[in-house]
């Protein structure tokens, strides 16, 4: 399926259909037990992902790309980093925006709109957790070498692992279709992945969180 059209469904997706779900997720208000599972796994992920970068990014300009309700580039600006945080739902912009006490918010420079775009310019680092997850493997290294391109250090990215759960969830979302489901995520084997990513840069396998119902892998990509 072509980058464009994914992307075209995930804003469709989490403009119009999940914005409350995501709205509670990434919030302190009471979940389901799977959902809780769901947090705890993201909140491990985005520790993660920020533990490759130096705990003072003061002069840094990083890109959030996908940054959903902001949770990671208010982590980001809190480190002093100069945040340009891009998401394809206007909604979820919204959230973030509005969350972002003033101090953190003058760092920040949010847009809404497609993370490849290149007038967003150029960075220091790029993190993306969890956006690239609807994209197979060749709208992945278009995407990544985009973003590579752009980016001096390193670019962050998560991946759905080829797992026994995610394959029957991606069947099961192949065989029934529905109008309000969310868009099906495309599992990688990220051994696989490196190898055909090597043309782009350097590539280091961070590993996976697994937490219930949330299974992710971190990887990176040096140019």
């Given at each position: 399926?072509?980058?464009?059209?994914?992307?075209?469904r995930v804003e469709t997706y989490f403009d119009r259909t999940a914005t409350r779900t995501w709205e509670q997720l990434t919030s302190d208000a009471p979940v389901s037990r799977i959902r809780e599972t769901v947090r705890r796994g993201r909140a491990e992920m985005r520790a993660?992902?920020?533990?490759?970068?130096?705990?003072?990014?003061?002069?840094?300009?990083v890109l959030?790309?996908?940054?959903?309700?902001?949770?990671?580039?208010?982590?980001?600006?809190?480190?002093?980093?100069?945040?340009v945080a891009v998401d394809i739902s206007p909604s979820l912009i919204g959230i973030a925006r509005a969350r972002l006490g003033p101090d953190l918010a003058r760092r920040v420079r949010f847009v809404a709109g497609d993370m490849l775009d290149a007038e967003l310019g150029s960075f220091d680092d790029a993190i993306a957790m969890?956006?690239?997850?609807y994209y197979d493997a060749a709208d992945l290294q278009t995407a990544?070498?985009?973003?590579?391109?752009?980016?001096?250090?390193?670019?962050?990215?998560?991946?759905?692992?080829?797992?026994g759960l995610l394959m029957a969830m991606w069947y099961a979302g192949k065989l029934f279709p529905r109008s309000d489901r969310s868009p099906v995520m495309v599992p990688q084997a990220p051994a696989m992945l490196a190898r055909r990513l090597a043309g782009i840069g350097a590539v280091r396998d961070l590993g996976a969180v697994r937490s219930g119902f949330y299974i992710s892998h971190a990887l990176e990509v040096r140019a």
């Open positions: 399926m072509a980058y464009e059209t994914t992307r075209d993660r992902l920020l533990a490759q970068l130096p705990e003072d990014l003061r002069g840094a300009r959030d790309a996908g940054c959903g309700t902001g949770q990671m580039t208010a982590e980001l600006a809190a480190r002093g980093a100069e945040v969890d956006s690239l997850i990544l070498s985009a973003l590579a391109g752009r980016v001096r250090g390193r670019v962050l990215f998560t991946v759905a692992p080829r797992t």
